[in-house]
């Protein structure tokens, strides 16, 4: 499985952006997608996570009602829709796989993601 994060760029604060991830090789539909950032001497933390056959989504409190995760099945791709944006959304943002799904993991944690994208840039000015 490979994973191609883009669509990063410098924005000023409360703009939008959208990144997209292309996924390709077989992924499971128990699969989980997730988006997961790095700001520069920080760990990585989670942002957003969605399944790959149902509803269920899962959000960091700090993008709530902010960031939109969405997926194209068809596309094999996800997105994720940020508005509102802060300077503290300023990172490297991947997206992973986690392709066993949720059951019994903690899926907003980096060990059940197996599969990683290179990650995009995302610059947020004041």
């Known amino acids: 499985v490979q994973l191609q994060a883009s669509g990063g760029g410098l924005v000023h604060a409360g703009a939008s952006l959208k990144l997209s991830c292309t996924i390709s090789?077989?992924?499971?539909?128990?699969?989980?997608m997730g988006w997961f950032r790095q700001a520069p001497g920080k760990e990585r933390e989670f942002v957003a996570a969605?399944?790959?056959?149902?509803?269920?989504?899962y959000y960091a409190d700090s993008v709530k009602g902010r960031f939109t995760i969405s997926r194209d099945n068809a596309k094999n791709a996800i997105y994720l829709q940020m508005g509102s944006l802060k300077p503290e959304d300023t990172a490297v943002y991947y997206c992973?796989?986690?392709?066993?799904?949720?059951?019994?993991?903690?899926?907003?944690?980096?060990?059940?993601?197996?599969?990683w994208g290179q990650g995009t840039q995302v610059t947020v000015s004041s």
């Open positions: 090789g077989r992924t499971s539909s128990r699969s989980v």
């Open positions: 992973a796989v986690a392709p066993l799904g949720p059951i019994g993991v903690i899926i907003t944690t980096n060990r059940p993601y197996k599969h």
């Open positions: 969605i399944s790959w056959s149902d509803d269920r989504l």
